[in-house]
Nanobody, 123 residues
Framework: QLVESGGGLVQAGDSLRLSCAAS????????VAWFRQAPGKEREFVAA????????YYADSVKGRFTISRDKAENTVYLQMSSLNPEDTAVYYC??????????????????WGQGTQVTVSS
């Protein structure tokens, strides 16, 4: 139901934009987030956006470098990533939920997930 794209291999300092498109559904009154999981590490919250109001939330590790946005006409959420470093290497997942705001950073609160897209940053 969620399809991510835009991952790839880049060098440190480069930028990349990920897309999360809703397939067979329409984003509405819900939160849409990006999570990532690096090899041997737990999944972690990256950024989220409230679809209706456009409010955004970020992990401290990406604040100032990543920007999450939405395009209502395209029914798509984007993650613009800048100043990438090797620590950003991970599989990035898009997820959606209609839960309360206090759970917006909690992965287990999300019920709809994409298949993930690999981002690799070389030094």
């Amino acid at each position: 139901q969620l399809v991510e794209s835009g991952g790839g291999l880049v060098q440190a300092g480069d930028s990349l934009r990920l897309s999360c498109a809703a397939s067979g559904r329409t984003f509405s009154n819900e939160n849409v987030a990006w999570f990532r999981q690096a090899p041997g590490k737990e999944r972690e919250f990256v950024a989220a956006i409230r679809w209706s109001g456009g409010f955004t939330y970020y992990a401290d590790s990406v604040k100032g470098r990543f920007t999450i946005s939405r395009d209502k006409a395209e029914n798509t959420v984007y993650l613009q990533m800048s100043s990438l470093n090797p620590e950003d290497t991970a599989v990035y997942y898009c997820a959606a939920h209609r839960g309360i705001l206090s759970t917006i950073r909690v992965g287990t609160a999300y019920s709809v997930w994409g298949q993930g897209t690999q981002v690799t940053v070389s030094s």
